[in-house]
């Protein structure tokens, strides 16, 4: 039996709310969800704001097309890649229009995509048309540029003995926690690299699937969508590599400021790797019209998948139920306007009365002789002391609400100071605070701020910054921390958290990316005049 929840009102997208006329090619949204970018076809990107419906910003770079674009965490970068061989990062706090350039990447080749790392802007995923990924270090203490190859059987240490064999690099991802990037080959295998030691840990082969075209997270990371050349879209359970990282050869982050050493440049041999075949939860597709995708996403809390059709005459976007295998097709158009679906909600105006009664058709309404006409059966005499009473009667209901109020605000100021402080708890901030950090032992009776407010300290113990809000807490008497396996967590024994060493990686030397933190500037046209 299913029952159907009544409070939730929530669908798949039905209706187009607006059209932005972009002429794009592709577009994505930014974290927020408030701006759109767009790129297109003469090397353009343009950012729309959707509350105003209108172009805010044109980033002219490229001089040919844009072929992917990606947002920064916090929406300060915009990232675009072209077939000119050239990866632009734009700075959206820039006064000025069009945004100065941050940064620019030069390959040797054109750039199919590009994204950003999840937690810092200068760490850049590139995939080129010749079938190469690089991970781009663009940090000052470990700048560099490595590509991303497949470990092969009889691959010679240090030499090419087995680029012949190397399957050729169609797609390239971040995980939503950018501790691993998974690659899509031309022979229907997912490869898995560790970000942090540029190293492959595992190799997937999917049955039946042929050149990966893309890859598509959740938003949790927990499951991934595959789209192969066999028209068919996958959906998998990421597995867990837990068991895998000891692997690695670097080392713990050092104990005097938690900055993680660099990783070893040496490649793990194949029989390190975990070689396992991926089985499918979910397989769609149109076996009717045999449809190829052009794209696809999940919804935020996915609960839905949507599919883009790659047929150039159907031009529609397919959606599924993942609770209930449902499918529901929208049309779209290919003029390369940009479609805003939403949910539309009808208005129930029985629930706001009792009484209220709903109808179909609008009804005129005769009102009945003396309805409302209460004062015509009051004598004349009376008149002055009834409105004098009215006035009265409400400022009795004025001041009596009045007390109200201020009674409720007391109460609650008395609530809030009889709760306990909690002066022993450890939070761990999730991200790099605005400027600089602290470093060295903290006491019971100190704390450290960051970006999200004070951190109480730690009791019975040391703790140790790395300048972006992480800590690392020593277990041992003396107040250090033991350099070994790289895969050892740092934990606090008070609230058993623990950090990561690939997210201290990832954020050893912070952008400029923080919330609230920069605010861009809408440009107005009289402005722009002047």
Same mark, same amino acid.
């Given at each position: 039996?299913?029952?159907?929840?009544?409070?939730?009102?929530?669908?798949?997208?039905?209706?187009?709310?607006?059209?932005?006329?972009?002429?794009?090619?592709?577009?994505?949204?930014?974290?927020?969800?408030?701006?759109?970018?767009?790129?297109?076809?003469?090397?353009?990107?343009?950012?729309?704001?959707?509350?105003?419906?209108?172009?805010?910003?044109?980033?002219?770079?490229?001089?040919?097309?844009?072929?992917?674009?990606?947002?920064?965490?916090?929406?300060?970068?915009?990232?675009?890649?072209?077939?000119?061989? %050239?990866?632009?990062?734009?700075?959206?706090?820039?006064?000025?229009?069009?945004?100065?350039?941050?940064?620019?990447?030069?390959?040797?080749?054109?750039?199919?995509?590009?994204?950003?790392?999840?937690?810092?802007?200068?760490?850049?995923?590139?995939?080129?048309?010749?079938?190469?990924?690089?991970?781009?270090?663009?940090?000052?203490?470990?700048?560099?540029?490595?590509?991303?190859?497949?470990?092969?059987?009889?691959?010679?240490?240090?030499?090419?003995?087995?680029?012949?064999?190397?399957?050729?690099?169609?797609?390239?991802?971040?995980?939503?926690?950018?501790?691993?990037?998974?690659?899509?080959?031309?022979?229907?295998?997912?490869?898995?690299?560790?970000?942090?030691?540029?190293?492959?840990?595992?190799?997937?082969?999917?049955?039946?699937?042929?050149?990966?075209?893309?890859?598509?997270?959740?938003?949790?990371?927990?499951?991934?969508?595959?789209?192969?050349?066999?028209?068919?879209?996958?959906?998998?359970?990421?597995?867990?590599?837990?068991?895998?990282?000891? %692997?690695?050869?670097?080392?713990?982050?050092?104990?005097?400021?938690?900055?993680?050493?660099?990783?070893?440049?040496?490649?793990?041999?194949?029989?390190?790797?975990?070689?396992?075949?991926?089985?499918?939860?979910?397989?769609?597709?149109?076996?009717?019209?045999?449809?190829?995708?052009?794209?696809?996403?999940?919804?935020?809390?996915?609960?839905?998948?949507?599919?883009?059709?790659?047929?150039?005459?159907?031009?529609?976007?397919?959606?599924?139920?993942?609770?209930?295998?449902?499918?529901?097709?929208?049309?779209?158009?290919?003029?390369?306007?940009?479609?805003?679906?939403?949910?539309?909600?009808?208005?129930?105006?029985?629930?706001?009365?009792?009484?209220?009664?709903?109808?179909?058709?609008?009804?005129?309404?005769?009102?009945?002789?003396?309805?409302?006409?209460?004062?015509?059966?009051?004598?004349?005499?009376?008149?002055?002391?009834?409105?004098?009473?009215?006035?009265?009667?409400?400022?009795?209901?004025?001041?009596?609400?009045?007390?109200?109020?201020?009674?409720?605000?007391?109460?609650?100021?008395?609530?809030?100071?009889?709760?306990?402080?909690?002066?022993?708890?450890?939070?761990?901030?999730?991200?790099?605070?605005?400027?600089?950090?602290?470093?060295?032992?903290?006491?019971?009776?100190?704390?450290?701020?960051?970006?999200?407010?004070?951190?109480?300290?730690?009791?019975?113990?040391?703790?140790?910054?790395?300048?972006?809000?992480?800590?690392?807490?020593?277990?041992?008497?003396?107040?250090?921390?033991?350099?070994?396996?790289?895969?050892?967590?740092?934990?606090?024994?008070?609230?058993?958290?623990?950090?990561?060493?690939?997210?201290?990686?990832?954020?050893?030397?912070?952008?400029?990316?923080?919330?609230?933190?920069?605010?861009?500037?809408?440009?107005?046209?009289?402005?722009?005049?002047?």
């Amino acid at each position: 039996m299913n029952y159907i929840d009544p409070f939730h009102t929530l669908s798949h997208p039905t209706a187009i709310q607006t059209t932005l006329p972009a002429t794009a090619l592709f577009c994505k949204f930014d974290p927020s969800g408030r701006f759109l970018a767009t790129g297109r076809h003469n090397g353009a990107a343009e950012i729309w704001d959707l509350e105003t419906k209108n172009e805010i910003r044109c980033l002219d770079g490229h001089v040919k097309p844009v072929t992917s674009v990606d947002w920064s965490r916090n929406s300060r970068y915009l990232l675009t890649s072209s077939k000119d061989w %050239n990866i632009v990062v734009w700075d959206l706090a820039s006064p000025y229009d069009p945004p100065q350039r941050h940064n620019t990447l030069r390959f040797d080749a054109p750039v199919v995509s590009a994204s950003f790392h999840p937690k810092n802007s200068r760490i850049i995923l590139a995939l080129l048309t010749t079938g190469e990924a690089y991970l781009c270090d663009s940090r000052k203490a470990s700048k560099s540029r490595t590509q991303l190859k497949e470990v092969v059987e009889g691959e010679r240490v240090g030499g090419d003995g087995g680029s012949s064999r190397r399957s050729y690099i169609t797609t390239a991802r971040f995980d939503p926690s950018g501790k691993h990037i998974f690659i899509g080959t031309s022979n229907g295998t997912l490869l898995v690299f560790r970000t942090r030691t540029k190293t492959m840990i595992a190799r997937h082969k999917i049955s039946g699937a042929n050149v990966m075209k893309g890859l598509e997270f959740t938003k949790c990371g927990r499951r991934l969508v595959t789209n192969s050349s066999d028209r068919t879209l996958r959906q998998f359970t990421v597995p867990s590599y837990a068991h895998l990282e000891g %692997n690695s050869s670097s080392s713990l982050p050092s104990p005097q400021n938690c900055v993680p050493s660099p990783p070893s440049s040496t490649s793990p041999s194949p029989q390190d790797i975990w070689e396992q075949d991926l089985e499918p939860t979910h397989r769609f597709n149109d076996p009717i019209n045999k449809t190829a995708w052009h794209t696809m996403s999940y919804s935020p809390d996915g609960e839905w998948l949507a599919g883009g059709a790659a047929d150039s005459a159907a031009h529609k976007v397919y959606i599924w139920d993942l609770s209930n295998d449902g499918l529901f097709v929208r049309s779209t158009t290919n003029l390369g306007n940009v479609h805003i679906w939403h949910c539309p909600n009808p208005e129930r105006w029985g629930a706001f009365a009792g009484g209220f009664e709903e109808v179909d058709e609008n009804v005129e309404y005769e009102e009945r002789e003396s309805e409302f006409d209460i004062v015509s059966t009051c004598p004349i005499s009376l008149l002055p002391s009834l409105f004098l009473e009215n006035e009265r009667i409400t400022q009795l209901v004025a001041e009596t609400r009045i007390q109200e109020d201020e009674a409720v605000i007391l109460e609650r100021k008395m609530k809030a100071e009889e709760e306990d402080v909690d002066i022993d708890s450890f939070v761990v901030a999730t991200s790099p605070p605005i400027s600089g950090g602290l470093a060295g032992p903290v006491t019971r009776d100190q704390s450290v701020t960051s970006d999200r407010g004070p951190t109480p300290a730690l009791v019975n113990g040391t703790a140790n910054t790395n300048g972006n809000g992480h800590h690392a807490m020593d277990t041992k008497p003396n107040g250090t921390l033991a350099a070994g396996d790289d895969n050892k967590m740092l934990v606090d024994t008070n609230s058993n958290s623990t950090v990561d060493p690939d997210t201290l990686w990832a954020e050893e030397d912070p952008d400029d990316d923080v919330p609230g933190g920069w605010r861009m500037r809408v440009l107005m046209e009289d402005e722009e005049d002047e």
